[in-house]
């Protein structure tokens, strides 16, 4: 595994990751991830880790994602920090404490956030990691297991009632076609209409779609996310993927963020809320970034560095995807430019296929 992370990087990528929240990557220990992570240290490039925990646990996983940096010698990003959950909103001040601890002993910590109060991720993440070993069989056997099933349904509820119920449970997508009328439905109204228990529908939902449901939480703080922009060390992500109003990627109903996530920042955090200026929020969204992961040419606008441009109106450029309707362009636009290529104009894309993939640039030190 350390020779797979070595051939990475001499490829160029840009730093190593980890979803310690998801299988397997959730059966890995504190020892492992330090061990994987020694490669980065002489090239200055982040360990980049969706945490073992974002809500009870939070602050233990904070505590591993610093050891395994400070184990690795190399820098930390806390991908898409967050207090999940209303009884975990205000240890955000002992996350703070614990990232201005590290940096201050030496290593050199920072985290991003997309710019919601809800998360998108797989509906079994609402179910005990340990359910999920051995793959999509094994998880679907033990929900049928009378041995198991009291301990697996507990977890999942109290999981739920963390959230704030199934009502804050919204489904994202389904493979199952039966099941696509849930898509974009709350989970609670949705049993609700069907006259059933809301976790006999999740769990016959799984069973339908072989574990491939797709769900949006809403658990998070909007005070927490003006202070996270505001935060010295904190940058704008999407964590979203890549979708279109027409053609292939329209398909389920995804998180807003892969539409909005930049245009929103712009609208609610710097115009409407005032939680940062604009120029901070530019920066947190290209030069930080872009330093970040080794992108010597990007980030900044300067002779020599490559044209990656978006030309908009600060007074109007906002998004205008929502969970209703997440397939929705933002306004206020009216350029990008792609390595110097037009890739849209007024609305319009372009087909300069400018674009290319990137490879962090770095000199090995000692």
């Not at 990528?13 to 397997?24: F, K």
């Not at 908009?312 to 306004?331: E, G, I, L, R, W």
Request: charged fraction near 25%.
């Amino acid at each position: 595994m350390v020779a797979l992370v070595e051939a990475a990087l001499a490829q160029g990528a840009c730093g190593a990751s980890s979803g310690l929240e998801y299988t397997p990557g959730a059966f890995a220990s504190t020892d492992e991830l330090v061990t994987l992570c020694r490669p980065l240290a002489k090239r200055r490039l982040p360990y980049a880790t969706h945490m073992r925990n974002e809500d009870d646990h939070v602050l233990d996983s904070i505590d591993e994602s610093i050891a395994v940096a400070r184990g690795a010698r190399c820098p930390l990003q806390i991908s898409h920090l967050k207090m999940q959950g209303p009884r975990n909103w205000a240890r955000l001040d002992q996350a703070f404490a614990r990232i201005a601890a590290a940096r201050k002993d030496g290593v050199d910590v920072a985290f991003d956030r997309y710019p919601y109060t809800a998360y998108q991720t797989g509906l079994t993440n609402l179910f005990p990691t340990w359910s999920r070993d051995g793959g999509t069989a094994a998880f679907l056997a033990r929900l049928d297991s009378a041995d198991l099933v009291p301990r697996i349904r507990t977890y999942t509820l109290d999981k739920v009632a963390l959230i704030g119920g199934w009502d804050n449970v919204l489904i994202a997508s389904t493979r199952a076609e039966e099941d696509k009328p849930a898509e974009g439905q709350r989970l609670g109204a949705y049993a609700a209409s069907l006259g059933q228990d809301p976790y006999d529908v999740a769990v016959a939902m799984l069973k339908r779609s072989r574990g491939s449901v797709g769900m949006v939480g809403f658990a998070m703080s909007e005070e927490n996310l003006d202070r996270l922009y505001a935060h010295p060390q904190g940058m704008v992500c999407s964590d979203g993927g890549a979708f279109a109003v027409d053609g292939p990627t329209h398909r389920g109903s995804p998180h807003p963020r892969g539409a909005g996530s930049f245009p929103r920042v712009l609208a609610r955090y710097v115009r409407e809320r005032k939680a940062i200026t604009l120029a901070q929020a530019i920066h947190k969204m290209s030069g930080l970034p872009a330093s970040r992961v080794r992108l010597a040419d990007r980030g900044r606008i300067a002779k020599g560095k490559a044209a990656d441009l978006v030309v908009f109106d600060a007074s109007t450029v906002a998004d205008t995807a929502t969970y209703q309707n997440p397939f929705s362009y933002p306004v206020g636009i009216s350029a990008v430019v792609v390595n110097g290529g037009i890739a849209l104009r007024e609305g319009e894309r372009r087909e300069p296929r400018t674009g290319r993939a990137l490879r962090a640039k770095v000199s090995k030190t000692k």
